[in-house]
């Protein structure tokens, strides 16, 4: 059975040439919110990115939005993980209402030909932050849920008809094992799994309950494997309908105190997705693994 994973949004990516026995394995890390906390400064997500250095074999990372300003996480990603490393950054709603910002996201896949392995061009609104690209056996998708057929930054964050048709478009056309989906916004916005913070309860792409409600049983037809998003700053990895619904939390370290600092390692090796969850520890002042799993 194929299997779809999709991520909000988001979602970047690491370029570290690792050597895999098995040619389908790899690894990528998630993580996202670092907003106003990319300062060159230990406590905020310049350690974040000190600990993922310290991961094995991390190809790229993905972030779902709100990682303002950009050129500041590109230069703390490229000082402390390395100079080569791919990011695909999804537009958040920070990004959307910042001109600078939308700028600077465009000209980092321009013409939506910047970036490597897409495969897939987004909708003329928005050809630079919607887009499909491929790695190994995965199929990754990066939706701005806040364009319009005519604008990439103008809406309040919904899948409306031209991106919900686009993302049908490119759903079929894959053949890839695996398929992952990046955006900002959950479906269903769910509290901290561990402080049980609650945010943004109502402005998720619930307020359109039902291009949402279309959205998420179109990832579930494909057999989606999971919706990867932001905007909360609060961690879950919750399967609804056999579809996982995956929430970075924030990379703020201690900018946000209401839930822990986290970022993401998912491992994918064949049909065999995994993930570990990394957190900041308030006492050591180090991200340690907090959660583990399996997403099959």
């Known amino acids: 059975m194929k299997i779809v994973?999709?991520?909000a949004m988001s979602l970047l990516l690491i370029n570290c040439n690792p050597v895999?026995?098995?040619?389908?394995?790899?690894?990528?890390?998630?993580f996202g919110d670092t907003r106003d906390a990319t300062?060159?400064?230990?406590?905020?997500?310049?350690?974040?990115c000190e600990a993922i250095s310290t991961l094995d074999s991390i190809e790229f990372v993905v972030s779902p939005g709100d990682t303002d300003p950009l050129d500041s996480v590109l230069y703390t990603l490229q000082k402390y993980i390395s100079k080569d490393i791919v990011w695909y950054p999804?537009?958040?709603?920070?990004?959307?209402?910042?001109?600078?910002?939308?700028?600077?996201?465009?000209n980092?896949?321009?013409?939506?030909?910047?970036?490597?392995?897409?495969?897939?061009?987004?909708?003329?609104?928005c050809i630079e932050t919607t887009y499909s690209f491929d790695y190994k056996n995965t199929h990754f998708v990066i939706i701005n849920e806040y364009s319009n057929d005519t604008c990439d930054d103008c809406t309040k964050g919904d899948i409306p008809d031209f991106l919900y048709n686009w993302l049908q478009d490119d759903l079929k056309k894959t053949i890839k094992e695996n398929i992952i989906v990046f955006g900002h916004e959950p479906a269903y916005p769910l509290p901290d799994m561990e402080s049980q913070r609650y945010r943004h309860v109502h402005d998720c792409l619930n307020q359109f309950p039902e291009s949402r409600d279309r959205f998420v049983e179109l990832l579930q037809e494909y057999?989606?494997?999971?919706?990867?998003?932001?905007h909360t700053h609060n961690y879950s990895i919750v399967k609804m309908n056999n579809l996982w619904h995956i929430d970075a939390a924030h990379s703020r370290g201690l900018a946000d105190m209401g839930s822990r600092s986290t970022f993401i390692k998912i491992t994918i090796n064949g049909n065999q997705v995994n993930f570990e969850t990394h957190r900041l520890n308030y006492d050591s002042g180090k991200y340690e693994i907090a959660d583990i799993g399996s997403l099959n």
Do not use: C, Q
């Open 20 to 30: 895999n026995e098995n040619n389908d394995s790899f690894s990528f890390v998630f």
């Open 39 to 48: 300062g060159d400064n230990i406590d905020h997500f310049r350690g974040a």
């Open 5 to 7: 994973l999709i991520i």
């Open 108 to 125: 980092h896949n321009k013409d939506g030909n910047t970036l490597p392995n897409i495969v897939n061009k987004g909708p003329l609104s």
């Open 90 to 106: 999804v537009v958040g709603n920070h990004e959307a209402e910042t001109a600078e910002d939308m700028v600077w996201i465009r």
């Open 223 to 230: 057999n989606v494997l999971a919706y990867g998003v932001g």
